[in-house]
Antibody, heavy 122, light 107 residues
Framework: QVQLQESGPGLVRPSGTLSLTCAIS?????????WSWVRQPPGKGLEWIGEIYHSGSTNYNPSLKSRVTMSVDESKNQFSLKVRFVTAADTAVYYCVRRTVATFADNWFDPWGQGTLVAVSS | DIQMTQSPSSLSASVGDRVSISCRAS??????LNWYQQAEGKAPKLLIY???SLQSGVPSRFSGSGSGTDFTLTISSLQPEDFATYYCQQSYSNIPITFGPGTKVDL
């Protein structure tokens, strides 16, 4: 079965760039699914950041769109997230997750990576 | 954006109780509604998709219902491992995909 694993620095300086990678095992990034990032600030709820298809097509949350870039590396079977100009408000557990698509609107998030905590602090 | 609300925000229950959690969308989303369970310190886990379809491997004590704007997640007989936070999520509009604020179920 598909498993996802996030990796990247756990500490980022304010105004810097947060960079994370999600490695996919047990399946291919070229499957007919979207690959998403979801974050969760400590003690708070879930926020969808955006997603990427293996072709490179992306959808971003408008609230973060100006600071977010996602990319795919098919040769490594992984995808990545960059968030620029981070502040303390970007401190969160970041999850990579597959969005399984049955139809355009009939879709769901499964599976999830275990998550990685990224703190923004000087 | 489609706004999702949940009620209650938290509830206290005992093992064996029947528990219901409500989720409401700010506009009709047909049955494009999913439910997730998040145990403390863990990643969310898909329970229900398309409002009422049980994800493979999820116990049958979990069920979902509803359509349009009002949805319900029901746990027929609460088990110790069910104490967690539950989130609904709409998939009707994917820019942005939105989650409810969560409902914490504790003792």
């Amino acid at each position: 079965q598909v498993q996802l694993q996030e990796s990247g620095p756990g500490l980022v300086r304010p105004s810097g760039t947060l960079s994370l990678t999600c490695a996919i095992s047990g399946g291919s990034i070229t499957s007919t699914n979207w690959w998403s990032w979801v974050r969760q600030p400590p003690g708070k709820g879930l926020e969808w950041i955006g997603e990427i298809y293996h072709s490179g097509s992306t959808n971003y949350n408008p609230s973060l769109k100006s600071r977010v870039t996602m990319s795919v590396d098919e040769s490594k079977n992984q995808f990545s997230l960059k968030v620029r100009f981070v502040t303390a408000a970007d401190t969160a557990v970041y999850y990579c997750v597959r969005r399984t698509v049955a139809t355009f609107a009939d879709n769901w998030f499964d599976p999830w990576g275990q998550g990685t905590l990224v703190a923004v602090s000087s | 954006d489609i706004q999702m609300t949940q009620s209650p925000s938290s509830l206290s229950a005992s093992v064996g109780d029947r528990v219901s959690i409500s989720c409401r969308a700010s506009q009709s989303i047909n049955t494009y509604l999913n439910w997730y369970q998040q145990a403390e310190g863990k990643a969310p886990k898909l329970l229900i998709y398309d409002a009422s379809s049980l994800q493979s491997g999820v116990p049958s004590r979990f069920s979902g219902s509803g359509s349009g704007t009002d949805f319900t997640l029901t746990i027929s007989s609460l088990q110790p491992e069910d104490f967690a936070t539950y989130y609904c999520q709409q998939s009707y509009s994917n820019i942005p995909i939105t989650f409810g604020p969560g409902t914490k179920v504790d003792l």
